[in-house]
Antibody, heavy 124, light 110 residues
């Protein structure tokens, strides 16, 4: 069974940093692109960032480019999101998600498996 | 990159069919086949129900179908059931190597 478990969320002041983690199991992690998606409470989904299976390709939404860094450790089956320069508008529930199909490079963006999310609150 | 445009809400009675639209542009839905649809029940994570415009993940009910005409993708749910009441989101790959979501549609089963 595919399992994704996010951690690392919490309350942080504007301008601060957080590192989110997504521990995975139940599939061959190094064969799938992985994605972070966020959702403001009561509102819609927003794509944040994607990394290819080999980390050779990374993709970012304009709203986080230059502030967030996605990475993965294929030896630990874990996905990360380093978030710097946090703003109030970054407050959201952050999900990690796995592509449906394996890919050697790039990503499909067909997010078949999701974690339950970790809440990030940016406030003074 | 702007979000894709979905109606805020749709409704239907049990057994009926409903269609949710997802309007994009030539920079996303109109050009790329990486269009997906997700179902989200309150308090739950999203669930993939359609990918590559028309394909269903393994095990997914054939009551759900996807299509595209020009810059607009559509999700049709036939034989509406009470458990289909949820929020639905479309997503598309877009130019500049990004993905965009629609604003979401609340489906009410009357």
């Amino acid at each position: 069974e595919v399992q994704l478990l996010e951690s690392g969320g919490g309350l942080v002041q504007p301008g601060g940093s957080l590192r989110l983690s997504c521990a995975t199991s139940g599939f061959t992690f190094n064969k799938y692109a992985m994605t972070w998606v966020r959702q403001t409470p009561g509102k819609g989904l927003e794509w944040v960032s994607t990394v290819s299976s080999s980390s050779g390709d990374t993709y970012y939404a304009d709203s986080v480019k230059g502030r967030f860094t996605i990475s993965r450790d294929n030896s630990k089956n874990t996905l990360y999101l380093q978030m710097n320069g946090l703003r109030a508008e970054d407050t959201a529930l952050y999900y990690c998600a796995k592509d449906l199909r394996a890919s050697a490079g790039g990503a499909y963006g067909d997010l078949a498996n999701w974690g339950q999310g970790t809440l990030v609150t940016v406030s003074s | 990159q702007s979000a894709l445009t979905q109606p805020a809400s749709v409704s239907g009675s049990p057994g009926q069919s409903i269609t949710i639209s997802c309007a994009g542009t030539s920079s996303d839905v109109g050009t790329f086949s990486s269009v997906s649809w997700y179902q989200q029940h309150p308090g739950k994570a999203p669930k993939l129900i359609i990918y590559d415009v028309t394909k269903r993940p393994p095990g997914l009910s054939n009551r759900f179908s996807g299509s595209r005409s020009g810059h607009t993708a559509s999700l049709t749910i036939s034989g509406l059931q009470a458990e289909d009441e949820a929020d639905y989101y479309c997503s598309s790959y877009a130019e500049s190597a990004i993905w965009v979501f629609g604003g979401g549609t609340r489906l009410t089963v009357l």
